[in-house]
T-cell receptor
Framework: SAVISQKPSRDICQRGTSLTIQCQVDSQVTMMFWYRQQPGQSLTLIATANQGSEATYESGFVIDKFPISRPNLTFSTLTVSNMSPEDSSIYLC????????????FGAGSRLTVL | GENVEQHPSTLSVQEGDSAVIKCTYSDSASNYFPWYKQELGKRPQLIIDIRSNVGEKKDQRIAVTLNKTAKHFSLHITETQPEDSAVYFCAASPMNDYKLSFGAGTTVTVRA
């Protein structure tokens, strides 16, 4: 399966600032996703990162708050903008390696704490 | 969209006993059902999955069963060991749709 590197692994941020999380995969993948996992909760899909075009956001998530880039088939970034304490979560990158295979591999996550 | 419900939310078992976690889904178009294990502070990892063309799949001490008519699927762990202690998530997605809808998770504790 693909090896995913996410950074930062954790950060403490001030209210009102923005932070960009990077996701690097060791091989080309078809699909890349960003999930959020709030403390003690399940995984919620934020958006699908589309290579070369705008990301596809799930209900409740908007581009202004969570801008996403995917310049190629191995890299994506998620920015959490104008952060508030409610944004304190683990943000996980996940990938599906090939078309026709739903199997997702997750990165280790980026744990953000907003003060 | 798909709605996945998972029960129980917590499960405590004696080492060596079996553990069963059940999930139901709402979208009859769903046909891929993975189970992820997440240890404390770690990433979710796929432990087993099943597609709608089979009713049961086993991998050593882990098995998953699927009832498409009733729209539910279950994870069975036999001969539990302390290293099985973790949070387990079920998920569902339709064919050719990579988006997974996750259940709320079950915290499994195996008592030595």
């Amino acid at each position: 399966s693909a090896v995913i590197s996410q950074k930062p692994s954790r950060d403490i941020c001030q209210r009102g600032t923005s932070l960009t999380i990077q996701c690097q995969v060791d091989s080309q993948v078809t699909m890349m996703f960003w999930y959020r996992q709030q403390p003690g909760q399940s995984l919620t899909l934020i958006a699908t990162a589309n290579q070369g075009s705008e990301a596809t956001y799930e209900s409740g998530f908007v581009i202004d708050k969570f801008p996403i880039s995917r310049p190629n088939l191995t890299f994506s970034t998620l920015t959490v903008s104008n952060m508030s304490p409610e944004d304190s979560s683990i943000y996980l990158c996940s990938v599906a390696k090939s078309a026709g295979a739903n199997v997702l591999t997750f990165g280790a996550g980026s744990r953000l704490t907003v003060l | 969209g798909e709605n996945v419900e998972q029960h129980p939310s917590t499960l405590s078992v004696q080492e060596g006993d079996s553990a069963v976690i059940k999930c139901t889904y709402s979208d009859s178009a769903s046909n891929y059902f993975p189970w992820y294990k997440q240890e404390l502070g770690k990433r979710p990892q796929l432990i087993i999955d099943i597609r709608s063309n089979v009713g049961e799949k086993k991998d050593q001490r882990i098995a998953v069963t699927l009832n498409k008519t009733a729209k539910h699927f279950s994870l069975h762990i036999t001969e539990t060991q302390p290293e099985d202690s973790a949070v387990y998530f079920c998920a569902a997605s339709p064919m050719n749709d990579y988006k997974l809808s996750f259940g709320a998770g079950t915290t499994v504790t195996v008592r030595a």
